[in-house]
Nanobody, 123 residues
Framework: QVQLVESGGGLVQPGDSLRLSCSVS???????LGWFRQAPGKEREFVAA????????RYADSVKGRFTVSRINGKNIGYLQINNARPEDTAIYYC?????????????????WGQGTQVTVSS
């Protein structure tokens, strides 16, 4: 069973940037990746996704133009670049994986999840 480990979270000020990483234990090229987040008292929500080959991406409207999802299959790693962070971006961010070649955007699409990394945006 492939495993995912997120890293890169932390405390940043509004307007700052940070990059989250998702380390995939093996054969990342087999899996589409998704990024989700969950704020206290709220449901887990879709943030961004990328196909297994990296040829297609999709974003939630709330992050378009500020977040960029990418991956390097040769290193078994995916990234979520966060620019111009806002307080409403504060949440635990999760990486998820699903075998297959299309874009997946629903929580129920994904069978493999990381443990999450906390992002806090505050002045």
């Amino acid at each position: 069973q492939v495993q995912l480990v997120e890293s890169g979270g932390g405390l940043v000020q509004p307007g700052d940037s940070l990059r989250l990483s998702c380390s995939v234990s093996e054969r990342a090229f087999n899996y589409g990746l998704g990024w989700f987040r969950q704020a206290p008292g709220k449901e887990r929500e879709f943030v961004a996704a990328i196909t297994r080959g990296g040829s297609a991406t999709r974003y939630a409207d709330s992050v378009k133009g500020r977040f960029t999802v990418s991956r390097i299959n040769g290193k078994n790693i995916g990234y979520l670049q966060i620019n111009n962070a806002r307080p409403e971006d504060t949440a635990i961010y999760y990486c998820a994986a699903r075998a297959g070649g299309i874009i997946y955007t629903q929580v129920s699409d994904f069978t493999i999840w990381g443990q999450g990394t906390q992002v806090t945006v505050s002045s």
